[in-house]
């Protein structure tokens, strides 16, 4: 009999641990994600080699907006065999109206780039780039000179970090999954450019440049339906570890992460780790 007894002892400590992390389970706020997908006002600017691509007879704007918040920063390269003067006093990044300067004293990331696919004066000049981190510095000047074939990052500023709602994608709404609302440039909730004047060499004229964008969809997912997961090396362990990827991902697109609890019905934006 003690044999029996000790069996159903543990087989009713298994249902109360199973219960225990069932109803821990059922409290924890659910993961959602709000996808944002862009589109540009001009034709002008192309999506190629997962960029989008601006190109004028000086110099390529690339954007990737891809990531948390979406970044509005971009890449520009010097195709000409003069140097290029960013003049950041004259630049702005534009949301919704407002104006936001580049010129502050910032941060920013020199890069250097892989140049041996680059082209100086053809369309899709962009092929194969790729970039690597070599230099941190404070701009201390009005004024960037990005040398011949060579490219520099500007980033600043974010596309939004607070999530959308309206009558179409409110507050409850946001718990279907898939649930999604699409905009022309009129009713777009987000309008945003970079307005950017650059001279060349030693001449005093200036170029302007607008890339202008909209934000023309979004849609809430449950991070069931969006996240994956997959196999990666792990050189450090010699083995592999399974790290997750979103799969809407993309260089016209972003998203913000949020919780839902069911507890309180309350949402929260939840910060990915750096």
């Not at 970044?71 to 104006?99: Q, R, V």
């Not at 369309?123 to 690597?132: A, G, M």
């Not at 030693?202 to 934000?215: C, G, R, T």
């Amino acid at each position: 009999m003690r044999p029996t007894r000790i069996r159903d002892n543990n087989m009713k400590k298994l249902f109360y641990y199973f219960g225990i992390c069932l109803i821990l389970s059922s409290c924890a706020p659910s993961i959602y994600y709000q996808m944002y997908q862009t589109k540009p006002i001009s034709d002008d600017i192309k999506v190629y080699e997962n960029k989008l691509v601006y190109e004028d007879d000086n110099c390529t704007i690339l954007y990737d907006f891809w990531g948390e918040f979406g970044n509005a920063g971009f890449l520009i390269y010097n195709k000409s065999s003069e140097n290029i003067y960013l003049h950041l006093d004259k630049c702005f990044y534009i949301n919704n109206g407002y104006a936001y300067d580049y010129y502050q004293n910032r941060i920013y990331n020199n890069k250097v780039i892989e140049l041996s696919e680059l082209s100086q004066n053809t369309t899709h000049s962009v092929s194969h780039i790729e970039t690597f981190l070599t230099d941190v510095s404070e701009i201390k000047n009005k004024t960037i000179c990005i040398p011949p074939k060579t490219v520099k990052e500007i980033t600043e500023y974010e596309i939004s970090k607070v999530l959308y709602l309206n009558c179409d994608l409110n507050y409850k709404v946001m718990l279907e999954v898939n649930n999604s609302v699409s905009f022309n440039q009129k009713d777009s909730p987000y309008v945003f450019s970079n307005r950017l004047v650059y001279s060349i060499g030693e001449s005093d004229e200036l170029h302007h440049i607008k890339n202008e964008f909209y934000v023309s969809k979004i849609t809430n997912y449950s991070s069931d339906d969006i996240v994956k997961y997959v196999n990666v090396k792990d050189c450090a362990n010699k083995g592999t570890k399974s790290v997750s990827i979103i799969k809407e991902s993309g260089p016209d697109r972003f998203y913000i992460k949020y919780e839902f609890d069911s507890q309180t019905n309350d949402i929260k934006i939840v910060k990915d780790p750096q």
